[in-house]
């Protein structure tokens, strides 16, 4: 069974998505398998729910499908549009500032100090 | 035939209010999906049976994938994302045809409107004639 991770990770498969698609246009199957490359598959997940997340983000026009057949498969291939780059830019300051909050907590900056010498 | 893999799946969105594009991109993609991740899972060494479980497990749950697609509305159907509107739109689209029925009628059913005009038109000619005929004879004295 495919491993899953929290709810708090709400937004995280969209920033992935978007970052994966800046360098070229790809396929669901290579969107997955790049996300698990570059984050050492420490994001786990089932594969299939990475298409509702492609289709919302074309929805809202941050991506482009086209089908493309290729050696006699059907392949939907998705590219990031202009709106598309510039929510990448926006969620990945997002997710740097929340990263630098949780980072600066856990190293004890927090308005309680040291929790492991509380 | 592979799509029937996902045919409850494709069932489920369509019943739910998905729209049908997205629900038949989304039975082609998970299908070629599965294909790729039976074709690696083959390619490492498993069996046949054994690769289409791994690929299974790998793609996930359908009803895990029905939720995350479900979790999106901007993916349902116009009158299910927004159904006061899409009812309002329907009774206002079916008072503002009313007016139109009997003229799309007449149109859809013109040879049955041109045998009943004839046949009026007949029926007329002959009545207007014996009228004409009782007429004459009752004021024509002889």
């Not at chain 1, 970052?19 to 790809?26: D, F, I, K, Q, Y």
């Not at chain 1, 499908?65 to 392949?75: D, I, L, P, Q």
């Not at chain 2, 899409?86 to 059913?109: D, K, N, R, V």
Request: charged share 20%; proline share 5%.
């Amino acid at each position: 069974m495919a491993q899953t991770n929290p709810p708090f990770l709400t937004g995280v498969p969209e920033l992935l998505v978007l970052r994966m698609l800046s360098g070229r246009e790809m396929y669901g199957y290579e969107i997955v398998k790049a996300m698990r490359l570059v984050t050492a598959e420490a994001i786990g997940f089932g594969e299939g729910v990475i298409y509702p997340v492609l289709h919302s983000l074309e929805e809202g026009g941050a991506l482009k499908a086209r089908r493309k057949s290729v050696n006699g498969r059907e392949r939907v291939y998705y590219a990031v549009t202009t709106k598309g780059k510039r929510r990448l830019e926006h969620l990945s300051d997002e997710w740097k500032r929340v990263s630098l909050g949780v980072n600066s907590a856990l190293n004890g900056n927090g308005a309680g100090g040291d929790p492991e010498h509380a | 035939m592979r799509e029937e893999r996902f045919e409850s799946l494709r069932l489920e969105l369509l019943q739910s209010g998905v729209s049908p594009v997205y629900v038949e991109r989304t039975i082609l993609e998970l299908t070629e999906h599965h294909s790729d991740l039976e074709l690696a899972a083959l390619e490492s060494g498993l069996g046949a049976e054994e690769a289409a479980r791994t690929a299974r497990a790998t793609l996930g749950d359908e009803r895990a994938i029905a939720a995350a697609i479900l979790a999106h509305p901007e993916l349902l159907t116009f009158s299910m994302r927004y159904p006061r509107v899409a009812y309002c739109l329907q009774s206002a689209a079916a008072i503002g045809a009313l007016p139109g029925l009997p003229l799309m009628f007449c149109i859809e059913h013109r040879p049955e409107l041109a045998r009943w005009a004839a046949a009026v038109g007949v029926a007329a000619t002959l009545m207007g004639g014996v009228l004409a005929t009782l007429n004459w004879l009752i004021v024509v004295p002889f």
